[in-house]
């Protein structure tokens, strides 16, 4: 099976809150990833949380991580239509030689957010 | 500040033929990354060089090869290309050991 595993779509309401959820499989994964992808675009890091939180927020972004489920969340509150967008899920592991940290993407989940 | 750059935006290549595609980090940036994103699918690590070195390597055939020069851009080459090889390309760079990496735009490969 995939390492990272994303549900494909998910369609909200715009104002209410979305939640996309994630499972990986690693469990020496480091770091935990959201990040968002615009379509034509490149990826824009949202925000990341080390495998020792369960907890973290950023403005209207709240990370849950449930480690030994090995599940990850991105709440977003208030959700506008400009979050309409694809957004991965990645995790990490602590480099062996140098370098840095490689993330492994899930295949992404798009989000659809309507008037 | 200047994002991660690459060049050039779009490419149509032929089947069997060659694509060089570049990058240029953030400024402070030594550590650069490649990936490939197949429509529908996630980004797939193909390579990461750091003082011109390869630091790591994903599951991509030979037809696949990476540089990285001085001033810690980089290129990325593609022999004898495959319909399967048409995707957006992306490249990140980061810190030495950092555990976040910045994307740019990245490039869309069409070969026909």
């Known amino acids: 099976g995939e390492d990272v595993e994303q549900s494909l779509f998910l369609s909200v309401r715009e104002g209410d809150s979305s939640v996309i959820n994630c499972t990986y499989t690693?469990?020496?994964?480091?770091?935990l990833y959201w990040y968002k992808q615009e379509p034509g675009a490149g990826l824009q890091l949202l925000t990341y949380i080390f495998s020792n939180m369960d907890m973290k927020q950023d403005q209207r972004l709240t990370v849950l991580l449930n480690k030994k489920d090995k599940h990850l969340s991105l709440r977003i509150a208030d959700t506008q239509t400009g979050d309409s967008a694809i957004y991965f899920c990645a995790e990490s592991q602590e480099p062996l030689s140098g370098g840095s940290y490689i993330p492994t993407f899930g295949r992404g989940t798009s989000l659809i957010v309507h008037p | 500040d200047a994002g991660v750059t690459q060049s050039p935006t779009h490419l149509i290549k032929t089947r069997g033929q060659h694509v060089t595609l570049r990058c240029s980090p953030i400024?402070?940036?030594?550590?650069v990354s490649w990936y490939q994103q197949v429509l529908g699918q996630g980004p797939q690590f193909i390579f990461q060089?750091?003082?011109?070195?390869?630091?790591g390597r994903g599951n991509f055939p030979d037809r696949f090869s990476a540089r990285q020069f001085p001033n810690y851009s980089s290129e990325l080459n593609v022999n004898a290309l495959l319909l399967g090889d048409s995707a957006l390309y992306l490249c990140a760079s980061s810190l030495v050991g950092q555990e976040t990496q910045y994307f740019g735009p990245g490039t869309r490969l069409l070969v026909l």
């Open positions: 400024s402070g940036h030594k550590s």
């Open positions: 060089y750091y003082e011109k070195e390869e630091r």
């Open positions: 690693d469990s020496s994964s480091t770091y």
